[in-house]
């Protein structure tokens, strides 16, 4: 079982940055691929970035990439999503969800989702 909590959302303006913490419990978060997803207004869910169990792989959106950074920390149970150049189309509720061996699968399944934490880029 692995439980996750988001923090780190809010407002901010155009071009601007937020970095947003997910904290994991349980001892198993370092076997557990994990990835960000968010849900705009309207819209689907869809992947924003992902990183494997190490560390060592990355994925990132089209959408996103040049201007997030995924990472994590396993010592802290801890992974991260650094945005920035933040643009009103980023907004969105951001959940963080892990799931056992899931990277670079076509149809990854996360077992563990957080609650979501809002992210609003004003323009």
């Known amino acids: 079982q692995v439980q996750l909590e988001e923090s780190g959302g809010g407002l901010v303006q155009a071009g601007g940055s937020l970095r947003l913490s997910c904290a994991a419990s349980?001892?198993?978060?370092?076997?557990?691929?994990m990835g960000w997803f968010r849900q705009g207004p309207g819209k689907e869910r869809e992947l924003v970035a992902a990183?494997?169990?190490?560390?060592?792989?990355?994925h990132y959106a089209d959408s996103v990439k040049g201007r997030f950074t995924i990472s994590r920390d396993n010592a802290k149970n801890t992974v991260y999503l650094q945005m920035n150049s933040l643009k009103p189309e980023d907004t969105a509720v951001y959940y963080c969800?892990?799931?056992?061996?899931?990277?670079?699968?076509?149809?990854?399944?996360?077992?563990?989702w957080g609650q979501g934490t809002q992210v609003t880029v004003s323009s």
């Open positions: 969800a892990a799931g056992y061996r899931v990277y670079g699968m076509a149809n990854p399944r996360y077992d563990y």
């Open positions: 349980g001892r198993t978060f370092r076997a557990y691929d």
């Open positions: 990183i494997s169990w190490s560390g060592s792989s990355t």
